[in-house]
Structures are given as C-alpha cells and as structure tokens.
C-alpha cells in the first residue's frame, strides 16, 4: 500500500490554501503533519469557489513531492454569484445547473483540474438545492414530458446531474487529459441522495471511482445525527456497490467535541477495509491536538487489520434511490448486530435486514419469499417494512399486522432460546413502539414489551418453509433502543448470529464480523457507556486469541457446540479476536 500495510493515508488540502499559502508556510505545517503522521498522499484542490492559480498548483505539489507525498487533485463544486447577477437562494453556495455561467464555469475549472492531474476526486458537494425560477420552469417541463404529477424534484435531479457529470465534468476534464481518471465522493446523508441529484446508480457507470464520506460527529449537537456506526456502514454499501472500485473512507475534524468522537471516525472506517483512509483536511489538522492521537492509533489500526478478512454481516437491503426509517440499521449496528449493507438484493447472504426503505423495491416481497424457501435463512424485517408493504403479499408469510396503534413500555418479557424459562427485565426508561398485533401460534413473540395486563411483541417469529422471518418493532425514536435491556437486545443477536458469533451484553457496543474466523469487539465513549463484562458466544470455537496475547481464552462453557467466553469491554478500546477452533 505504502507507508501503511492495510491502507493507503491521504488527506486533502483546500483551494483556499493553494490559493494562498507560501513555500514557507507549506513547508512548516508539512512537518508537523509528516512528525505525527505517515502520509502517503494529498489530494490538492485548485476550485472551491476560487481558482488558483497554475503557479501556485505546482509548487504545491513540488513541495509535497520533494517530501514523498504523491499528490492528486480536487474540486468542490460551490460558486458565488456571478459578477452582476442576482443572487440566487442555494444553500451552500451550491451550482445552480440552469444557469449558464454556472455551468461554464464548472466546464473551465473541470479541464484545469484535467490538465494539472492524472487523478481528481470531487467533493460532496456535486448536488443541487437550487429552486429558482429557471429551476422551477426546468423542472416542470422534465416532469411533464415523463408523466410526472406531483411536482417532486427527484426524478428531474437524478437526470440532471448525470447529464452534468457527463457533458460539465468528465468531458472536459478527459478532454484536456485523455489519462484523467475522476473519483466521485458521495457524502454521509445517504438516505437524501435522490432528492438533490446524487445518482449513483448511473454515476457508478460514468466515474472511475466513488468514495464515501464517513463524517459522523457529534451525533446530539450537528444537523445530521447519523450514527457513529455508518462510518462502517456506508463504507461496506458502496464497496458492494461496486466491488475494488470504492476508493475510501473519508472523515473530518468538525463538530467532534471529544476527541473520541473524532477518532471514532477512524476506526470504524478502518474496520471496513477501505483502500485510502482520507483526512479532511490538512488545514484542519495542522496543530491540533486530534493529529498525534490518530498518528498513535494509525499503527494500532494497521496491526489489528492484518489479521482481520473481508466484512462479514447481516445483509440490509438499500436499493437505489430508497429512503425509509433513515439510518436505523445504523442504530441496530450500535446495538451489537454486525450490519452490512449493499444495494442489490442479497441472493447469498445467509441473514438478511429489510427495513422501510428495502420496501422502495416493488418486487421486495417476492423476493423475500423465494429467498426464505431457497436459502433456508434467517430475514429480521422491520415494523416500517411491514407497513410500507402492506397489501403486497407479507401476509403469506405472517400473521403480523399493524393497525395504527402504539404502546409506552419499560418492562419486558424476554423468552430464552428453546423456550426454557423467560427473564422480565426492566428498561433504562419508558419507549414508545408500534403494536405489532399477530395470532397466537401462527406467530410467536419471543420479546415483547409489557404494559399493565398486556405484552406486544418486539421480537416475533415466524418459520416460513425452510427459513425463519423475524419481524421487529422499531421505537419511534430509533436512539430507544439503546434504553432496551441487554437481556432483550441479547435475544434479538441470538437470533442471527454472524459466522455463529453473537454478543451478550448492552447497547453501544459494535461487533464487526469478518469471513476468516475473526472479529472486533468495539464499545462507544457515549454519555452512560461504561466498562462492562461481555459474554461473546462462538459456535464451534475451542478457543479465543488476541494476536499478540500471552494465552489463549478458554471458554466458560460449551453447550450445543456453543462456547461462551467472558470479556471485559472498555469505551473507546477495540479489541480483535480470532476464533481458535
């Protein structure tokens, strides 16, 4: 890879600073970056709404150059008004794609980039918001001409940005360097997409490459609340989207006010097996604190990924262009269920998640079906799936209906496997969930929420042919079901185990499952996250090895080829294990 075994380190450096910064000044903030971290690339951006200039571009990248740092371009695609225009109203300073300047300009600083680099990635900002009067009017004429009633924005954008990428981005650039290759970075919203013009299910046919945006932050203060989980996530959507063509991670700095937070970021790209782990940006990272921090968790990273496979994990179907339940298989990966993502179909996947937004496919329930009698697996459907499908054929494999109707609960009612005995746990506090009515034994509530007299299923069963269709009641508020009991939530794992491992023990902690016999165990620095004492529960393991460790651990108990193992889980401390069988 280069400086590091398992990836490659990039960061990225910002018009503004090409535009701007002196030889000195590079030179001086370049050894601090290289004293803590081994770099082995920058991308180096001449367009963020200013162009600087040929002179500038290249001492840049000789000064990185002479320091052994390869060096590829950038471009972000904002743009003040043009001289004597009227503003329009875009958030962002975003491209208005309607108006000709706008467009002219992004054709000019496309070849500049072209021309200047054999490589170039595009910031996330290549989408449009804009709704100004030659929009509107754009946008009413595409809808008209495909049939199109309800004045919605998405259908036009999707077509509007391939036709820019085409005809504004990728023509210009390969005109001025026919070498050029053009990685397409697609941002952390990903359940947005449609809605402001990313389109990769036609841009993954026209870019070189795509890259993710793995930014999570804060998850309270910022606007966008994403899970820390979906910076593994999104990683293993696009990888599968296009298998070697996912070019990295990429995080920043911002909005992380614990320097966990920030690093957090890190690790869980890291765990996905990305190409490039990108630092956003250099600018951000000269003298702060969060630099050295990663430089030490840099090396760490390195070793646990030599011994670490392919991911491996529940297969949560998100077609393109979906939306639905946004983010939730985030919350469940932060509930200890290894969740892997991909925008086709699983046909292979031995668990599967369907959510609200796996219903976007109209044949999903079909599909569901034939899956269940070929594969004999184990598919968790949501309650948003169950109501986004109805009428559509669930109910052949269900008795499981939603009538409208909701329950506030904090007792429960957990029923081990086999049906033994049943533990009744209290929560953290009250939730609120979706009655998930069924018939006795038709279905079969194996956790369910109680409430004075009556208990509603959270966890229900059914066995359809060969395989078994769990159906399971999301809060209204998705961060609740950290407030469910580790009992409750253990029973949920049990439920699908990956590779046959699965995790006792609360919420806020990680398991990411990999294809060679090992896996990482990873609790989140959260408000309340304490160290704990995990159970792990390994089918056909004789043992579990931290590489590097004195001894092997040997399990507690086996029971039906079952080893348990007790570990203790430490906030912000990942630990790899590799299955001895």
């Known amino acids: 890879m280069g400086n590091y075994r398992n990836f490659t380190l990039t960061t990225y450096f910002v018009a503004h600073a090409t535009a701007r910064v002196t030889r000195e000044?590079?030179?001086?903030?370049?050894?601090?970056?290289?004293?803590?971290?081994?770099?082995?690339?920058?991308?180096?951006?001449?367009?963020?709404?200013?162009?600087?200039?040929?002179e500038q571009v290249e001492m840049c990248r000789e000064v990185f150059e002479s320091r052994g740092v390869k060096v590829a371009g950038g471009i972000t695609t904002v743009i003040p008004t043009p001289e004597g225009d009227k503003p329009k109203q875009r958030l962002f300073s975003t491209f208005c794609y309607n108006d000709p300047k706008m467009r002219a300009k992004l054709r000019e600083v496309s070849a500049f980039t072209g021309a200047h680099f054999d490589e170039f990635i595009i910031d996330d900002f290549f989408f449009t918001n804009c709704m100004c009067p030659a929009c509107v009017r754009e946008k009413n004429a595409w809808n008209a001409a495909h049939g199109i009633t309800d004045g919605s924005w998405q259908a036009y954008r999707l077509d509007l940005l391939r036709r820019v990428s085409e005809e504004d981005m990728i023509a210009?650039?390969?005109?001025?360097?026919?070498?050029?290759?053009?990685?397409?970075?697609?941002?952390?919203?990903?359940?947005?997409?449609?809605?402001?013009?990313?389109?990769?299910?036609?841009?993954?046919?026209?870019?070189?490459?795509?890259?993710?945006?793995?930014?999570?932050?804060?998850?309270?203060?910022?606007?966008?609340?994403?899970?820390?989980?979906?910076?593994?996530?999104?990683?293993?959507?696009?990888?599968?989207m296009w298998p070697g063509h996912n070019g990295g991670g990429w995080f920043d700095t911002f909005d992380s006010h614990i320097t966990e937070h920030y690093l957090e970021q890190a690790y869980l790209t890291a765990f996905s097996r990305p190409q490039e782990l990108m630092l956003f940006c250099f600018q951000s990272l000269y003298d702060?604190?969060?630099?050295?921090?990663?430089?030490?968790?840099?090396?760490?990273?390195?070793?646990?990924?030599?011994?670490?496979?392919?991911?491996?994990?529940?297969?949560?179907?998100?077609?393109?262009?979906?939306?639905?339940?946004?983010?939730?298989?985030?919350?469940?990966?932060?509930?200890?269920l290894p969740v892997v993502c991909t925008p086709y179909f699983p046909e292979d996947a031995k668990q599967i998640l369907l959510t609200r937004s796996s219903a976007c496919d109209p044949d999903i329930v079909d599909?569901?079906?034939?899956?269940?009698?070929?594969?004999?697996?184990?598919?968790?459907?949501?309650?948003?799936?169950?109501?986004?499908?109805?009428?559509?054929?669930?109910?052949?494999?269900?008795?499981?209906?939603?009538?409208?109707?909701?329950?506030?609960?904090?007792?429960?009612?957990?029923?081990?496997?086999?049906?033994?005995?049943?533990?009744?746990?209290?929560?953290?506090?009250?939730?609120?969930?979706?009655?998930?009515?069924?018939?006795?034994?038709?279905?079969w509530a194996v956790v369910k929420g109680m409430n004075g007299e009556e208990s509603y299923g959270i966890l229900l069963r059914d066995d359809y042919m060969d395989g078994h269709l769990w159906t399971l009641a999301v809060p209204d508020a998705y961060p609740d079901l950290y407030a469910i009991p580790r009992e409750a939530l253990s029973r949920i794992r049990q439920a699908v185990p990956v590779e046959g491992v699965w995790l006792e023990g609360p919420s806020r902690i990680s398991l990411f499952v990999y294809d060679n016999d090992s896996f990482v165990l990873y609790p989140y620095v959260m408000e309340g996250v304490q160290r704990e004492v995990v159970r792990l529960h390994v089918k056909g393991a004789k043992a579990l090895r931290v590489p590097g460790g004195k001894k092997d651990l040997e399990p507690l108990y086996v029971q039906n080829g079952e080893a348990v193992f007790e570990v203790s889980a430490m906030p912000g401390q990942y630990v790899l294990y590799q299955i001895v069988r």
């Open 25 to 54: 000044e590079l030179e001086k903030q370049l050894d601090f970056m290289l004293k803590h971290l081994r770099l082995d690339k920058v991308y180096l951006e001449p367009w963020r709404g200013e162009l600087a200039s040929h």
């Open 172 to 240: 210009p650039a390969k005109a001025a360097n026919p070498n050029c290759k053009i990685t397409i970075k697609y941002p952390n919203w990903a359940e947005s997409y449609q809605e402001t013009g990313y389109n990769p299910a036609e841009q993954r046919k026209l870019f070189d490459r795509v890259y993710t945006g793995t930014e999570t932050r804060d998850p309270v203060t910022t606007d966008q609340h994403l899970p820390r989980y979906l910076s593994y996530s999104l990683m293993t959507y696009f990888e599968n």
């Open 288 to 336: 702060n604190m969060y630099t050295p921090a990663l430089g030490f968790q840099l090396d760490k990273l390195d070793a646990l990924l030599d011994h670490a496979g392919r991911p491996a994990g529940i297969a949560c179907y998100l077609p393109d262009n979906c939306q639905g339940e946004d983010n939730i298989q985030d919350f469940l990966g932060m509930c200890g």
């Open 367 to 443: 599909r569901l079906e034939a899956w269940l009698a070929r594969t004999g697996g184990d598919a968790i459907v949501t309650t948003g799936f169950v109501d986004a499908v109805k009428g559509r054929g669930l109910e052949r494999m269900t008795s499981v209906r939603l009538r409208g109707r909701s329950i506030v609960a904090d007792r429960y009612r957990v029923e081990e496997a086999g049906g033994s005995r049943c533990l009744f746990p209290r929560g953290i506090k009250p939730i609120t969930l979706p009655v998930a009515e069924f018939r006795n034994n038709s279905t």
